[in-house]
């Protein structure tokens, strides 16, 4: 029996946290691929907040995500990709991540023709844009690595409630929904409170803050 499968369903708190506790950091990322290999979904430390997330290539994962969070398909989601010196650069604009975790919201022509990313047909907005986002994160990019794909990455808070600055603020109901859960080790937490930064790279190559 794979180990993701008791800590997705044992029922006793007690046995359940002293399992958690008893894993490493190779342990938790060869166990987050294995989990998304096999079209789960995860609830997992990013460079900002818990997020919840899928292979971004898989669209049945994706509508899973959709549906424990209950999110409307109109707003879609963002993936994060691996590159540590991630630069898009198109006439006089450059994107790259400063001090503040930042997501850009990308043309079709941008993510699709020019970085190739290959992602699941319910990702992309209505209009064909993309958020992608490189994480300053060892764990989710050591797992991006490792599975070959971009990960999905949607905050980890049922839709319309508010999103939680930490695990412990993660709702029990949306622990239970998803199929694994990263444990919460202190080497993965990043010091971030807040979602990220997002910027929309426009048509005529310059671009809007959407969220500071």
């Known amino acids: 029996m794979q180990k993701y499968k008791k800590i997705s369903n044992h029922a006793n708190h007690d046995v359940f946290f002293s399992y958690f ?23 997992y430390p990013t460079d900002t907040i818990w997020g919840l997330g899928c292979d971004a290539r898989n669209r049945d994962a994706v509508e899973r995500l959709y549906s424990l969070k209950q999110r409307d398909h ?39 023709d020019r970085m190739h990313l290959a992602v699941a047909d319910n990702i992309p907005a209505a ?9 300053k994160h060892t764990f989710c990019q050591e ?11 949607t905050s980890a808070n049922l839709s319309g409630r508010p999103s939680p600055r930490n695990y412990n603020e993660i709702e029990d109901e949306l622990r239970r929904r998803v199929d694994f ?11 971030e409170t807040r979602g990220s930064r997002i910027v929309k790279l426009n048509a005529d190559g310059s671009t809007t803050v959407i969220r500071p």
């Open 181 to 191: 859960c990263v444990p919460p080790l202190p080497e993965l937490l990043s010091e």
């Open 143 to 153: 797992v991006i690595r490792l599975l070959g794909a971009p990960l999905v990455s």
């Open 21 to 43: 506790c008893s894993m490493n950091l190779n342990e938790a990322i060869q166990q987050t691929v294995d989990a998304l290999r096999q079209g789960k979904t995860i609830l």
């Open 127 to 135: 209009d064909g844009t993309l958020g992608v986002r490189m994480p």
């Open 74 to 112: 109109s707003k879609s989601m963002i993936v994060l990709v691996e590159s540590e010196e991630w630069r898009v650069e198109n006439g006089e604009w450059r994107a790259e991540n400063g001090e503040r975790p930042t997501t850009y919201i990308l043309p079709h022509s941008e993510w699709h």
